[in-house]
């Protein structure tokens, strides 16, 4: 579909920021990268062929049985034993010497009546974000061939949780962002549009709510109802959407009473076809121009809530539980450097995106 002329303008002065421009490349690719979290970092194969049947653990339950074994629980695939199993087809021997088995296999010296030889394809980190790593020493461990970032304080994979974590903090950042904006925007412009009354009463409402200890609030109903990743989100939003209300009544105040404005309403075209269609494109670059400030306060208050114990569940793939850890751990810089670069990535390519659709929604900014 061609874009009309007004956006192609607007593509056109976003692909002359050149900062821009390939801020929003490297985020998307490591986006995208992060969307396929399960298949990069996993404890599970990807694809097993098990006697001539393909099995795919990522996404199905596999009891031990199916492959030889004695339990009818999930089969633990990076067990020695288990993987032996597959390897050799299901072959009684790998219950005695399943390490020995698996090198002869390995090196195509094992020979037995009946033997299949099976096979299966690993993620390139075979480490899920909340697997232990099967490293000798007291953790946290520093980084090697097998960790590449290290592991923390209970000896999980720091790669894996960074990518896990990046993909959870995009998600939430997205989900509160959009629907508080959407909130803020309208509330800013039915109070801008139509004024009076409705908007002296908005504002104490508003003023009341926006010193509300979100804090305190946030850990009272985490004490009631307990940390879920849902429940965050929603609160997140409860006192996140005053942040546009004041641009946008700001911006709709302003331009109520313009000629266009006025002309439209003579020609008796509806309140809400002027507010969103002729009046909020003009308030488009004020808007645009808090998100950034939207966006990395909310990875931020994400992060803080970790760091503080008030945040996502204890299971979560958290960042700020990672930054928590670093401070625990003075000895292991490893986590502090990872904590500190993947937020400054993160807040550095959002902020640069964010500035170029700014630029980009601006009538009085080109671009040479």
Sequence with gaps: MALSPLNQRRWNNFRRNRRALWSLRVFLVLFVVSLFADL??????????????????????????TFGGDFQTEAIYRDPEVRCLIASGGIEDCFDEPEGI?????????????????????????????????????????PNGQNLLGTDDTKRDVLARVIYGFRLSIFFTLIVTVAASVIGIVAGAV???????????????????????????????????????????????????????GVVRAEFLRARNLEYVRAARALGVGNMTIMFRHM?????????????????????????????????????????????QAKQNLQAPWLAFSAF??????????VFIFEGVRDAFDPRKTFS
Excluded at 105 to 127: D, H, N, Q, R, V
Excluded at 341 to 350: E, K
């Design 280 to 324: 909020l494109p003009n308030a488009m670059v004020a808007t645009l121009t808090m998100m950034p400030f939207i966006i990395t306060g909310t990875i931020g208050t994400l992060a803080g809530l970790d760091f503080l114990g008030f945040g996502l569940p204890s299971s979560a793939p958290s960042l700020g539980e990672m930054t928590l």
């Design 40 to 65: 990069l970092a996993n404890d599970k194969p990807i694809l097993i062929n098990y006697r001539g049947d393909y099995y795919t653990p990522i996404w199905s339950f596999y009891p031990e049985t």
């Design 341 to 350: 670069f993947t937020f400054a990535i993160m807040l550095s390519l959002l």
């Design 191 to 245: 109070q801008g549009f139509f004024g009076g009354w409705l908007d002296l009463i908005f504002q104490r409402v508003i003023e009341i709510w926006s010193a509300t200890p979100s804090l305190y609030v946030i850990i009272i109903m985490f004490a009631i109802l307990g940390r879920s990743f849902w429940l965050l989100i929603f609160l997140m939003i409860l006192f996140s959407w005053t942040s546009l209300v």
């Design 102 to 142: 698996l090198e002869e296999i390995t090196a195509g010296t094992y020979a037995a009546e009946g033997f299949e030889k099976g096979w299966s394809i690993w993620p390139l980190i075979p480490y899920s974000f909340d697997t232990p790593v099967d490293r000798p020493g007291a953790a946290p461990l520093p």
